[in-house]
């Protein structure tokens, strides 16, 4: 069996003839449709316009794959773990502030620093500081001293470096500890140890070098960490929470449901005091992909001038799915996982860790919703910086998933697309519809073929 | 037939529902204590009253009684959703939509279908009903709403059931405030003014014990009905359902009926709920709608215990009152929006995570380390306040009793002193030094009986733990010797 | 204790029988495999049936064509020679008098055993009195020898009492087809021969049951008729010693010449 026939099955076109034929005819009007009708002054015209064609299409596309890159981390774990986990939205919201916090703490934007209490301010940096402590008793009855050594050197040449490059103790002190956590990581995926230290000191030497060519590797371990950061939470409470309803779907929900709203609320007391007087702050930031581009950067390329954000995004987006592949489809881990999404019980007597498997999924997927909130936070229209925004990127992320169908990733990504373009698409007519027009698009299929576009049929009995 | 047989039987019946009847005469005697109403002067119930006013624990009566009536309503709402979720296994997360429906449907009908009151039957008809009436009209038109959610829920099981319905409310709530629909449902605000069944006197003590008489009857009524219907024959399909869908419906049950049935009695309890609590708060607005509403009442249930109708509303109680009295008063209005909702999630993983199936089931080593931690709790927090040496001041029975008590709680908490010592810095650290709260004698010591249920609770169940490791590594297995305990 | 059952053939040779349920074409194709094909029988009344075939010969599916669980592809399912109930819902035709079991036991796990058996009772009888419906669930329990554990829920019931719980359920319907599926898997002999005289003593009060089965050797004794089915379609049919000699069955069943029922 090839890559491509895991990808896509070899008896897709058999099963599902008409349903490719639709999404074929589907995405050619889709795709052609921005090119012919423009949005003139009286009404919608025929008007051939190839720029404002080829940025609406690079919008939908981007937009669709933010939404791909949510349903991927909410399908993976429902395929892997069966577990349904509405707290998608909680790590999404717990992304966008771990990064905003982070920021801060650097004094990237050291203006927003004034208005904040500093105990509390101390409290939350504690956090991050007893977790690591927590993680080093880990590891040190783990590992033997001499590797313990090796990863523990790694955080210390390339925030040492920093350091002194810079002297801003503070992004010193998480560039290491993004450094820590990658060795870490590595642990508990049984990488190999020499692999790992390999990694670790690449990491430690080329962030300083990075630096001082002129590369923003601080921006880059920052939102590297939160991502990070919100997988380890993922990890933790998967690990600590769940144990005892692993198997009641319903107990998960209400489990997880309960983890988004406690992230919400933290969030809502820590940044919101006032009732939410701070509300215009997050908005007014001029917030860019952090340090790399300015918000108002336009890249120009054979005429067509396109904001460089989207670009950006939509590049990382496309290379988290790919290194998502690669580690489904390529890697030790990626085999056990795939074990276990078919059979939990007969992977479990090979000799797969179903615990560990779980968490890890589940530290990936919410770490895909992490990282979508570091690249939204590019767009200061949408979503609206509040601790609530949470709910409304969960109910993208479920009508994406029904629509694709459970536990299907290329469903998944399909439907992302497909609810992209028709998001994007209407809001070019008509703002106002373009919540309503992709709903119904998932109403009317979900009565057509209500296990979704790729969905597996459950068998009576 | 022995002639004993009749009394063991009424104890047993007296063990088993005792709870509830003595819940429900407490409830009802609820006035009386705290003096909203005159009461004959028995000294008991006055050295009560004196005593709760003293340490000012349930702030003024009229405030408690507002509580309770909150309490009455949301007793409604989870109960209604249990006999849905809890009892026929339909889970729904999205229980708000029947209950802010409700509460928009009693101002339709009791006033109109537009906001301003001047412009009476320009833009739509008015009904005008009693909002009596029109609180028994929303609760049927909810029970409809739902047999259409019924027939759709026929088709999504399990799972992608509560998906469905967790979507439902949060797409009605943009509806409802979209500008298109300003006239009919008010937009963002909502309607301000929903009138109330009672008619109001204007003096805020007879129109406190009113509510909360009629919200405690409704909550009686309602829930007997609930509690028939679930120990009936009814009942017993609708867990059959819950447990099995299959093998139910090859016994010749109609799933569709039953299932649309539960949905419509659920609903209609929940309509209810929602149009009392319009009336409770005089408003409708769209924020009844949220996810938090549905989540509530999913709290309440599963700490009361999910498949029984009253576990639901001592759910209901339990929560309220600490969040209304507790916490209320420790934080202020402005952040108390978050801490709820924290503890609601803080308590709903705890609760899941070491006794899943609520209170009710839990182990008896959990249940017990819960009664302990809360009466340590009790104790430490009034013990330094009670000069409890003055008691010997007048030597009579009385007083020697109660010193003697308070010594006994005294010298059995000792082990938890520096648990408490420390939690109380540790707390007060939290609550003074990072999140800057300014505390009153009050509300001091509401925190402090907090901290020392955090702290108390887990203490409880450890130490018989730690005793146990202790005992058997300096004697060895002597005092258990002969004695088997499974673990 | 122990029940002796007799291994001999039925002495008694039973009077003409009328047809009770006859299938007509039945077909069930999944995405061009086809679980049933083109199966035609049909069942007397008071009739004791059994059918085999080895795993994945389409003997759950034909179960659930029967009773409603699936739609069939084509064909029709026709009771008392008027009534075509291919396609109808479950519950209608439990209530026309065909039940099941399922493979696997499947109590409400949660309610115990006596409310168990109440629940058949309930749609059969709405307007019952409560000590009425509990009077008729506990003497279903006592024709399974399950009234002592009445009051225990079923998730703490072993799996021999379950299998009976799920006949007791099933015969509470009073169905006049019942239909079993695999009702000795996973007994031990014990247990064996008391759902065997169980469903001995129902047959011989007029039931017509039909049984799927892995377990020839109980099934043989058993059952007056045997239906085979084989790639979803039925190749044999006859008395035990009729299939027991038939070359076709063997082959398809086994793959070789040996077949040995004990």
Redesign the interface.
Known sequence: MSFLDKVIPPDIW??EKWIILGLLGFFIFCVSFPFIFQNTDSGIGILLDLESGIKLNIFAIQTGSLYALLAIGFSLIYGVAKQ?K?SLGGYFVLGAYCQFFLLETVEIVPEFRTDF?G??F??LALLPIVLIIVLLVFTYTIFSIREFIFILVAPIISGGGIIAIDGNLVAGFYVGLAALIIGLTGWYLELPKREIALGSFFYALSMPILYIIGFPSIYFSLMLLSVVFTACVAMISDR??L???RH????V???T???A??F???V??VY????GDNFTRFQSIDWSFPGIVPKTGITTFLGISIPTIRIISLIFSLIAVILLYIFIYRTKFGIALRAVSQDEEAAALVGVNIRKTTALVSGVGMGLAGFAAVLTSSFSARPLWN?FMG?PVL?WA??VV?LGG?GSLGGSIIAAFIIGYSEILVSSINPSYS?AIP?LIVILVMILK?EGLFGEKK??? | MDWYEFFEDLWDEIKDRGYYISGIALIILLPSILGAVNTPNIPFLTDIYAVIGEIGLFGSTNFFLTILSLCAIWGIFAASWDILSGYTGQISFGHAIFFGLAAYIGYWTSVGFDVDPALVGILGPRFNLSPAIALIFSGFICALLAVVVGILALRVKGPYLALVTLVIPLITASLFKLNEFYPITGGDHGFPSVPDILTITGNLDTDTLNFYIFSIAVLLVSVGIMMLIAYSRYGLIFQSIREDEDAAESLGINLAFYKIFAFAVSAFFAGIAGGMYAQYRHIAVPSFFDTTFSFTIIIMCVIGGIGSISGGVVGAFLLTIMIEILLGDIFPSSILEGVDILAFGLLLVITLRYMPYGLARAKPDQKKAVVFGILFAVAWAIVPYSNFIDYLSVINVENILMFLVMVLITIFTIPAIPVFIVSEFLGLFILEGLMGLTLNAKSLIKAKFLIYCIAGIPFAYYLPKVFKIVRLRFWGVWPSVGRYEPE | MFMTVSTSEKQVTKPERSVIIETQNLSKHFEGLKAVDEVNFKINAGELVGIIGPNGAGKTTLFNLMTGFLKPTLGRIILDNKKNIAGSSPHKIANLGITRTFQLVRPFKLLNALENTTVPHIPKSKLARSSTLKNKATWSLITVDLAEKKNYPAFILPHGDLKRLDFARAMAVQPRVLLLDEPFAGLSVEESFRVERVIREANEKGMTIIIVEHKLKILMRLVERVLVLHQGQLIGEGTPKEIANNPEVITAYLGTEAFDFE
Do not use: C, R
């Not at chain 1, 009641?248 to 107990?251: D, E, F, G």
């Open positions: 058999q099963k349904l509405l209490d105990l509390m101390l409290g600590y929470l144990d005892t309803v009641s779907h319903i107990s929900m209400i489990v449901f309960a983890l709203l406690i919400q609320s933290i809502q007391i919101f005091p006032q009732n601790p709910w109910i479920i009508a029904t459970m919540v709903f209500p068998e009576v009995e």
